[in-house]
């Protein structure tokens, strides 16, 4: 089977810069991206072959912030914040 880097030699693969307070919780991968949740609720989405930004999306303010690692479930991604619970999904 064919390695794509980090796992087999260790050799950073891609990095990105992201804007705004430290992502909070574990990065987590579905569908061919990486979703990054900061202390301010903003989940910044990564394509996780390239480690380009698809989007920025602010899901909480005040004090909803996200504080957890989202959840993938049913072809759904979970969040939450520290008043309600988001399904994101098709």
Known sequence: ?????????????????LEGPMVWGS?????????????????TVVDA?????LSVNPMAEGDNDIRSSPVVAHNCLFLRTASKLYCVGK
């Open 1 to 17: 089977a064919g390695s794509r880097g980090a796992p087999a030699t260790g050799k950073v693969i891609w990095s990105t810069s």
């Open 49 to 53: 072959a390239a480690g380009t930004v």
């Open 27 to 43: 990065p987590t991968g579905a569908d061919g991206k990486i979703y990054l949740f900061n202390l301010s609720g903003t989940v």
